[in-house]
């Protein structure tokens, strides 16, 4: 399994235009996808939304370069709501809620480059 780095050294690579959002996207997508089968720590792996969201920052680098989080990828808990993406929060119940907004604390990592 790959080390991404800390979220510092993620931050900086990015900053200095060492490595791209999208890279680091796709290895952390590898890493998921390699451990998944034994973890089963997910209920949904946004792969295309990751990889929009990465090569977004790629392509506006210079706006997104000094955020606190800049191209850092983060895992969100299946109980914060992103709109248009199911959100159960492991609940039969909620097995089909599919959020009509986004929980404030996903738009604060996003606003921060995560």
Known sequence: MSFLGTV???R????????????????????IEAQEPSLHAFNTVARDRALE??????????????????????ALKDNLSVRGMRTTASSR???????????????RLEAAGA
């Open 53 to 74: 969201r990465a090569r977004a920052l790629d392509r506006e680098r210079s706006r997104w370069a000094d955020h606190p989080l800049a191209a850092v990828p983060v």
């Open 8 to 10: 510092r050294e993620i």
């Open 93 to 107: 119940i909620l097995e089909q809620y599919v959020p009509p907004f986004t929980a404030t604390a996903v738009e």
């Open 12 to 31: 900086e690579a990015f900053r200095r235009g060492d490595r791209r959002a999208s890279d680091i996207c796709e290895e952390a997508l590898t890493a």
